[in-house]
């Protein structure tokens, strides 16, 4: 199977480059301020705040890691939709002044989840066809 569409693979490179990016330099390089109020917007303290900041900034990394390493595979895309739909569902509950913000997380969230589902569609039609040359 060549999964190598040119659909899915800008769908494959936005997307890691997004999760990594984020995973570096809000959280990594910082934190920035916003990260650390959203997470104290979640519950944890001052202290707590740059540790979480740090551990999410990991899973970010490795979620835009698995993305171009299993780019073959649905669970990478799935994750990033399901992972990025309950991060924007958090800011619509508890941080909603980050909502209406320049480079709001409305529009970053819709693009991030729309890159995830068009990779899943193209990935599905790529098997697809594939499936059926071998008939």
């Not at 999410?56 to 835009?64: I, Q, W």
């Not at 399901?82 to 409305?106: E, H, K, R, W």
């Amino acid at each position: 199977m060549n999964s190598a569409t040119p659909v899915l693979t800008i769908c494959r490179c936005s997307l890691a480059f997004i999760w990594i990016y984020q995973g570096i330099v809000p959280k990594w390089l910082g934190p920035h301020a916003d990260e650390l109020s959203m997470n104290m917007l979640a519950g944890f303290t001052p202290e707590q705040a740059p540790v979480i900041s740090y551990i999410a900034g990991t899973v970010e990394v490795l979620l835009g890691l698995g993305i171009l390493l299993f780019h073959r595979q649905r669970w990478p895309y799935a994750v990033s939709a399901v992972f990025i739909a309950g991060l924007y569902l958090f800011t619509v509950v508890m941080a909603s002044q980050f909502l209406v913000s320049a480079f709001n997380a409305t529009t970053v969230n819709l693009a991030v989840f729309a890159l995830s589902v068009i990779a899943l569609v193209e990935l599905r039609r790529v098997e697809a066809g594939a499936n059926g040359r071998k008939r």
